[in-house]
């Protein structure tokens, strides 16, 4: 009855009058410390080795898409957890934390063994350059054959996240960013440089760091007593959940995973248009993460604060606040892409002082303001519907704007008519504007009211 007790109030934090920095901001320190370090990493690299970058780029671009798939029940366990917290239901937490770490631990193997496997004729799908490809499955070896920490990690954060527990993430990001960067610079300019490991030296650095993390996150789930995680919860198994939490999740991870392969397509283009194409690309990606670390986090917010509050049967309340979010984050993130672009001449020099490269990445970051419009529209409104349980309609949006506007129109601007790498974002442009348009439109209509999950137990 005590415990009980201390979850109900606890749930009390997550409320129609909850303040959005109150989450919001610790997972935009989070996301920024991870972003900075990414960065840290890009001018490592660059230093160490001109070709280093669009390897380890073109790798992650594989990796991604296998994170995705982890994040069928990640994406699940945030809103079904928020929305059982919502609506009080604390005898079921513990099993639906069993079932999401087990199963994503389980799944993570499988995936970690595949990417390593099919690691090679990935990276021909891609048209890497013969130049990139053996540090790139290097690093694939390396870093994906770790990736079942990662996803573990992630089921982990986003329960603590539901529990109110938003700065962890936070704390162990500044660990494993510290971490990254010692380790860094131990085999590329350090005591360690003698090995000459190059990308490897880099990659082992992430494989400690995600371990670091995973056994953080675990220590401070069982240290403030969230609850347990238990194989003795999934007897006997509880199929109608974890069919529960796919259907929800895999709607989520299949519109993500439409957008890497979409991705992994442009960027095939890309690499068509030569190794400073490529190069720029990865550089530009390092910072156009910081204009939409704000939105980000402030959508991730607000989609544990609208299951809370659909879990709880406010639907009116939820309504309003994802608009008062979006009044909040749209003029800040623009701003943000703005003044991106006019210190980009500057910024891109710290990574490489190639002129081609800085001309080229110019105008892909005056194209990107206009990417960060929609992707602030398509994050916020997005988020929430998975939230309130209408994880169809975003599916059904994403595949039809991606294949049919971004695809066609990034090939014709950018390989076609000859705007090149500026024009492949402007594909990227439409095809976001018009999402993050039609998927307000959606949230504006409340067709999603009536869709939350707990009331399948009642």
């Known amino acids: 009855m005590e415990v009980s007790q201390k979850k109900e109030k606890k749930s009390f934090l997550i409320n129609e009058k909850t303040p959005l920095m109150l989450l919001a901001g610790p997972m935009f320190l989070e996301m920024f410390l991870n972003i900075l370090v990414n960065n840290i990493d890009t001018i490592m690299l660059s230093r160490y080795s001109e070709n280093a970058p669009g390897a380890v780029g073109n790798a992650n671009q594989i990796l991604m898409l296998m994170i995705l798939m982890f994040n069928i029940i990640a994406t699940a366990t945030s809103v079904v957890v928020a929305q059982y917290l919502g609506a009080k239901q604390y005898d079921k937490m513990n099993t639906i934390y069993s079932l999401a770490f087990i199963v994503n631990l389980a799944s993570g193997v499988f995936f970690s063994v595949l990417i390593v496997a099919a690691k090679s004729p990935m990276l021909a799908l891609l048209k890497v350059p013969e130049n990139m490809r053996a540090d790139a499955r290097t690093y694939i070896n390396i870093v994906g054959g770790t990736l079942f920490l990662q996803a573990c990690y992630n089921v982990m954060l986003q329960i603590l996240r539901c529990n109110g527990y938003s700065k962890v993430g936070m704390y162990i990001s500044v660990a494993i960013n510290v971490i990254n960067i010692v380790g860094n610079y131990l085999f590329l300019y350090g005591p360690l440089a003698y090995l000459n490991l190059g990308v490897a030296g880099v990659a082992i650095s992430t494989a400690v760091a995600r371990v670091v993390a995973l056994s953080a996150a675990l220590i401070y789930f069982y240290r403030k007593k969230v609850g347990k995680i238990q194989l003795s919860k999934l007897r006997p198994f509880p199929t109608n959940l974890l069919f529960r939490m796919i259907r929800v999740g895999l709607p989520s991870a299949g519109e993500n995973m439409s957008y890497t392969i979409y991705q992994m397509v442009l960027l095939s283009f890309i690499n068509q248009m030569g190794d400073d194409a490529s190069n720029t690309r990865a550089l530009c990606n390092t910072l156009i993460a910081f204009a939409m670390v704000f939105s980000n986090s402030a959508a991730m917010a607000t989609q544990i604060i609208t299951g809370h509050l659909v879990g709880a049967g ?118 976001e504007c018009i999402r993050g348009l039609i998927t307000m439109g959606r949230w504006h209509s409340r067709k999603w009211t009536g869709k939350r999950l707990v009331e399948e137990d009642k």
């Open 314 to 431: 406010k639907e009116d309340a939820a309504y309003r606040r994802v608009f008062a979010t979006l009044r909040l984050t749209l003029p800040i993130t623009v701003g943000l892409a703005t003044v991106n672009w006019l210190i980009s001449p500057w910024t891109m020099r710290i990574f490489d002082s190639n002129d081609q490269v800085i001309h080229l990445a110019f105008w892909v970051m005056f194209v990107d303001i206009f990417i960060e419009i929609g992707r602030c529209l398509n994050m916020t409104f997005v988020s929430s519907l998975k939230a309130a349980g209408d994880y169809m309609f975003p599916l059904i949006v994403g595949l039809l704007t991606m294949w049919l506007i971004g695809v066609p129109m990034g090939y014709i601007w950018g390989n076609v008519i000859g705007f090149g790498l500026a024009g492949v974002f402007m594909g990227t442009a439409f095809d």
